[in-house]
């Protein structure tokens, strides 16, 4: 089945308003997570254009990179490593406006200026985090804490 976004402009909370339906239509319904995990990150990365739109998954004590768009990653972060390692230990959401100035930042790539990552969180235990990275310094903000934290709320 061919499935086409509808990317609009406008103020970041409009781009997630018109968004959010359409992930939520390629998921509904898709029992595959690695699926699901590849439309979210591929719709996130077409609306928005950011570096680095992508998932990592629990494994074996580490987090494994998972479906992604952008340049090559990290395979495997430690729990408490990086921003997602620390957003993993925290369970909780990260915006880092400059990557530079967060303590332990891996630099998968040179390009990342700022960075979002979000917890996968199902029965109080974390199974992922979706990262997002931008080239450009304060890219994230609360409307992206909201409408990410929202989308992850989703995938099972």
């Not at 509904?28 to 609306?47: F, W």
Request: hydrophobic content about 45%; charged content about 20%; overall charge negative.
């Amino acid at each position: 089945m061919a499935e086409d976004l509808s990317i609009i402009q406008g103020n970041k909370a409009e781009q997630y308003t018109s968004l959010l339906p359409q992930i939520k239509a390629l998921i509904t319904g898709e029992p595959d997570q690695v699926a699901n995990l590849a439309n979210i990150a591929a719709a996130l990365k077409e609306q928005f254009g950011w570096l680095w739109v992508g998932f990592y998954l629990v494994k074996g004590g580490e987090l494994v990179l998972g479906p992604f768009q952008g340049p090559v990653a990290c395979t495997r972060i430690r729990k408490g490593r990086g921003v997602c390692g620390t957003s993993w230990a925290q369970a909780a959401t990260l915006v880092v406006p400059d990557v530079e100035k967060f303590p332990g930042h891996i630099a998968c790539s040179s390009l990342s200026r700022s960075e979002i990552v979000v917890p996968l969180v199902k029965n109080g235990e974390v199974f992922g985090v979706l990262d997002v990275d931008s080239a450009e310094l304060n890219e994230f903000d609360e409307v992206d804490r909201k409408f990410l934290e929202e989308i992850v709320s989703w995938i099972e």
